[in-house]
């Protein structure tokens, strides 16, 4: 292989590739449109064309015969007349447009085949033009629907991999943090709380316990002095099992008042 041979294969195969990267499915597919319009244009300037070449052919063909039985007419009325001579040479004239109208019947023919093939061509091409638009919107739908999914994708991506989402995944992870240390608070204020109540509840059992000891060290009350307690009038010195009483009653005072 010679070197010339493969610069151009590498220069073919570049330009290619420029080309490739370079089509946009969009504007392809409206320039195919439009090509195949421009098609469409010139197959319908062939047809008509054709038809009034047809036309052309026609008219020739029917003066030639006009004038090919006018002459047979004229070498009627001649050979009538006793004229031979007029008469050969009339149908000299009859058979020379005879020949001529022959060859246009040929002709004529032959066009009108042809244009109906250039009709039944031209049908066609409309018929693929039509359906063609009708796939390009479809296609063009899909190219759209497919780059919106390549972008979506592409920012799905960065999002994932970006400052920003970065910078939200560590915004999070603080709040998660301030909840949590919001929730260890409100355990320790209600441990708190609980101890306080604890520390009544213990309280109280202690009270009773002392009421309890009041009452075995005074004893039960006797019927006879409380007549007696209750008509003298004279006062009854304070006992030390009386004054301890009275600290008691007014230490449960005092608790209560908390």
Do not use: C, H
């Amino acid at each position: 292989m010679g070197l010339f041979d493969r610069i151009s294969r590498v220069v073919r195969a570049n330009v290619n590739d420029m080309v490739s990267k370079a089509e946009d499915p969009e504007k392809i597919l409206e320039q195919a449109i439009i090509d195949m319009q421009e098609d469409l244009i010139q197959l319908r300037q062939a047809v008509a064309s054709a038809i009034a070449s047809q036309k052309r052919t026609q008219q020739q063909y029917n003066q030639n015969q006009t004038e090919a039985n006018n002459w047979q007419q004229r070498a009627q009325l001649a050979l009538q007349k006793g004229d031979e001579n007029l008469a050969r040479e009339a149908l000299t004239r009859k058979k020379t447009y005879g020949e001529t109208a022959n060859t246009l019947k040929t002709q004529l023919d032959q066009q009108v085949a042809q244009v109906d093939t250039l009709k039944r061509n031209l049908i066609a091409v409309e018929g693929k033009i039509s359906e063609a638009k009708t796939k390009k919107d479809m296609l063009k739908a899909r190219v759209s629907a497919a780059k919106a999914n390549e972008q979506l994708q592409s920012a799905v991506g960065q999002m994932s991999t970006g400052s920003a989402m970065s910078a939200f995944e560590r915004m999070e992870e603080k709040v998660l943090q301030l909840e949590a240390r919001s929730q260890a608070g409100a355990e320790l204020a209600g441990s708190t709380l609980e101890s306080q109540f604890a520390a009544l509840e213990s309280g109280s059992g202690v009270d009773d316990e002392l009421a309890a000891m009041k009452a075995q060290l005074l004893g039960p009350s006797t019927p006879q002095n409380q007549p007696q307690l209750a008509g003298s009038t004279q006062a009854t010195p304070a006992t030390p099992d009386k004054v301890v009483d009275a600290e008691l009653e007014a230490l449960k005072t005092q608790l209560d008042q908390l």
